[in-house]
């Protein structure tokens, strides 16, 4: 008796830990790639388990809200975020990682502000493609 119960208590945890980390994984976007985006902060909330960002970007496709989540507090913290850096109404270009399945959104890999203060991961592919996006805006 005293093993099924102990079986049948362990079967439990161990799917309950499966369904926590599927909640926190990223699986859903491609960090093969790096997409540029720029646009005007909505909301900004430097949150556990992760960041939440709402940019009303403006292109091609018209005008509209993208939806982004990025790293944790103390993750953006390590690669240089700080307190204020991002504010509603400051206009920021981010990379993210896209959505495997297509679709605006995606996960925040790094940011520039309009002041030039950064944080995130820095590579030479991040660094092509903020030029590549200058170049298609004029800058």
Same mark, same amino acid.
């Given at each position: 008796? &005293?093993?099924?119960?102990?079986?049948?208590?362990?079967?439990?945890?161990?799917?309950?830990?499966?369904?926590?980390?599927?909640?926190?994984?990223?699986?859903?976007?491609?960090?093969? &790639?790096?997409?540029?985006? /720029?646009?005007?902060? &909505?909301?900004?909330?430097?949150?556990?388990?992760?960041?939440?960002?709402?940019?009303?970007? /403006?292109?091609? &496709?018209?005008?509209?809200?993208?939806?982004?989540?990025?790293?944790? /507090?103390?993750?953006?913290?390590?690669?240089?975020?700080? =307190?204020?850096?991002?504010?509603?109404?400051?206009?920021?270009?981010?990379?993210?990682?896209?959505?495997?399945?297509?679709?605006?959104?995606?996960?925040?890999?790094?940011?520039?502000?309009? =002041?030039?203060?950064?944080?995130?991961?820095?590579?030479?592919?991040?660094?092509?493609?903020?030029?590549?996006?200058?170049?298609?805006?004029?800058?």
């Amino acid at each position: 008796m &005293k093993r099924t119960v102990l079986i049948a208590c362990t079967t439990a945890l161990l799917g309950f830990a499966a369904v926590a980390s599927a909640h926190h994984s990223a699986v859903q976007f491609d960090f093969t &790639k790096q997409v540029p985006i /720029t646009g005007v902060v &909505k909301q900004f909330r430097a949150i556990n388990p992760h960041m939440q960002l709402t940019l009303q970007v /403006t292109d091609a &496709k018209g005008t509209r809200d993208v939806e982004l989540e990025g790293h944790s /507090t103390n993750n953006m913290y390590r690669s240089g975020y700080r =307190k204020g850096m991002i504010n509603a109404g400051d206009t920021i270009t981010v990379n993210v990682a896209p959505p495997r399945v297509g679709g605006d959104g995606g996960y925040v890999v790094s940011a520039t502000t309009a =002041k030039g203060e950064f944080f995130g991961m820095k590579s030479s592919r991040l660094a092509d493609a903020a030029k590549v996006q200058a170049t298609a805006e004029g800058r």
